[in-house]
């Protein structure tokens, strides 16, 4: 008898179409609301997508998947509220909840990560106090999450998933307790997921997902140089062709709507091979090697109002001197996208556009002496405080910053603008509220609003580094270190309405016709009425 591994997650809702993801344990026929398909199977892991039409729109369906025949879901005996799919009416309001960073582990009993750290380090799960204030009716309905990158951390696994790694390899030897292939890969996936009432969640609501450095290594992509340092490891290859596999599988795969799903190849010739290992490896190779050989952004439209998610990882041009976060494709087709009368536009990015002007400053400078700017010296210092530092965000690809400001600015003026330009993001284990100066004030407002973690915290020391760098004494210094590498003022002005707080945290953009507002609210120890979420920070971003 055939079961659930993982899943069901539903992926799209629209307002007629609806599609749900699982991995099974054998092949079979999985059904949904009488819609079927058969898995497809990737070295011994059995996948399905199934594509629900004709819903009533503006409807609530519960649903069960069922794989031959037989209930698999939901498990038997459980009391949460039954998975069902919002379908959309074409109404102009939206709750997006979204956020990044969560280490997948033990909700309730103890553990000890991998890292040695103590559990209450990691504190209280928001998204998972989120769902089960949700299955309380605590909260009201969102009609998607975001998840903004390190879904997993395949350079930071749990107790349960190293001592996996443990029973198949000798873990002496480089990657050690990391992952290390596309088997571990799915391990690590499956932990993520399976606690109870995060799997509830992401059955009833509709999610999407992007990728980050943790989701493949700390620093992936940072440089040219580390680019060449890892392709010169011997197991380094296995890891970053697993890691593109289990992305196409488990994240990408269901961020595409029903009309793109029947334009992507890749999943037509899987579902038509007896084994799409080989095919999806060389597949996972290729988009290593290639940024332009795969594109990972994609959009979805919610009433008036669309979301544009950028892939600010894989699609980097690297070359000292000619950096880019997205390669020219990629933000060709981003623009594209960005353009349009909406209500309202939200620009994902896992890495903030907008940051700590300290931060910004020593970016712009890391960048332009690893180009040059200081000779032969200066390239080393750089190369080492890039990487000490994690200095490869928007800031660290000045190019790229100066585009996307420019694109801000051209969209906040055009005819039939945005009420709201809302660029969200995560990675920075932050969270905070910002207000950017674009345009000449009569056009669209224009944030960058940043949640992260979902959970895995900074520690003490951490949080006051990051502090430091928030006061005028870092922001003058580091802005001298730029200018003395030639870098210019930032082409934009803007200014930190809120925070930065440190907080396991989770944010809600809620879009209503020409309004729009932001909350972002921390976990905390459970009451008598179960977990809490307290808020942090609440601001209105655009009024009608």
């Not at 998975?83 to 109404?91: F, G, K, P, V």
């Not at 001592?163 to 932990?191: K, M």
Request: proline content about 7%; glycine content about 8%.
């Amino acid at each position: 008898m055939p079961g659930l591994v993982l899943g069901p997650l539903l992926r799209y809702a629209g307002s007629t179409e609806a599609t749900v993801w699982v991995e099974t344990d054998a092949p079979c026929e999985v059904a949904v609301l009488g819609r079927t398909a058969r898995t497809f199977h990737v070295e011994g892991h059995h996948y399905a997508l199934v594509e629900l039409r004709d819903l009533p729109p503006g409807s609530v369906t519960p649903y069960e998947v069922h794989l031959d025949g037989a209930r698999a879901w939901p498990p038997p005996g459980d009391g949460r509220p039954p998975s069902a799919i919002h379908t959309r009416d074409h109404e102009r309001r939206s709750r997006l909840l979204f956020g990044s960073c969560r280490v997948g582990a033990p909700q309730r009993r103890p553990y000890t990560l991998a890292t040695g750290e103590h559990p209450e380090a990691v504190e209280v799960d928001a998204l998972w106090a989120f769902s089960r204030r949700l299955q309380a009716g605590r909260e009201p309905w969102p009609d998607c999450l975001l998840l903004l990158g390190d879904q997993v951390y395949a350079d930071e696994v749990s107790p349960e998933t190293a001592a996996f790694i443990r029973s198949r390899r000798d873990v002496s030897e480089p990657p050690g307790e990391e992952i290390a292939d596309f088997e571990e890969y799915t391990r690590l996936y499956r932990e993520s997921w399976s606690d109870p009432d995060i799997r509830w969640l992401l059955s009833t609501v509709p999610s999407t997902m992007i990728f980050d450095d943790h989701d493949v290594h700390d620093d992936w992509n940072i440089s040219e140089a580390w680019v060449r340092e890892m392709r010169a490891k011997d197991w380094w290859e296995d890891r970053i062709v697993g890691a593109f596999m289990a992305y196409w599988l488990y994240q990408h795969l269901g961020n595409l709507a029903p009309p793109e799903l029947a334009e992507e190849p890749l999943f037509a010739e899987l579902r038509g091979l007896e084994d799409g290992g080989p095919r999806l490896r060389a597949f996972g190779r290729q988009a290593d090697r290639e940024s332009a050989a795969s594109r990972w952004a994609f959009h979805r439209d919610f009433g008036r109002s669309r979301l544009v998610v950028v892939d600010s990882r894989a699609a980097r041009v690297l070359p000292e001197g000619r950096r880019d976060m997205i390669d020219q494709g990629e933000w060709t087709w981003i623009s594209d996208r960005a353009r349009g009368e909406y209500d309202h536009l939200v620009i994902a990015s896992t890495l903030p556009v907008f940051m700590i002007k300290g931060v910004h400053h020593l970016e712009a400078w890391s960048e332009a002496v690893c180009g040059g700017a200081w000779g032969p010296p200066g390239r080393r210092m750089g190369e080492w405080a890039r990487r000490l530092l994690d200095l490869d965000h928007w800031p660290a690809f000045q190019r790229s910053f100066a585009g996307m400001v420019g694109l801000l600015d051209e969209l906040t003026l055009a005819e039939g603008h945005p009420a709201s330009i809302t660029l969200i993001g995560g990675d920075v284990h932050t969270a905070y509220i910002a207000e950017v100066g674009i345009g000449d004030g009569r056009g669209s407002r224009v944030h960058q609003v940043v949640c992260s973690p979902f959970r895995n915290p900074l520690d003490p020391h951490q949080r006051r580094l990051v502090k430091a760098t928030t006061t005028r004494g870092a922001e003058l210094v580091t802005r001298g270190l730029a200018r003395a590498a030639g870098v210019g003022p930032p082409p934009a002005g803007w200014r930190f309405r809120d925070g930065p707080t440190f907080d396991n945290s989770v944010a809600v953009l809620e879009l209503d016709e020409r309004t729009s507002r932001v909350t972002i609210s921390r976990s905390g120890p459970e009451d008598e009425d179960g977990p809490v979420l307290t808020h942090l920070h609440r601001r209105t971003l655009a009024s009608a």
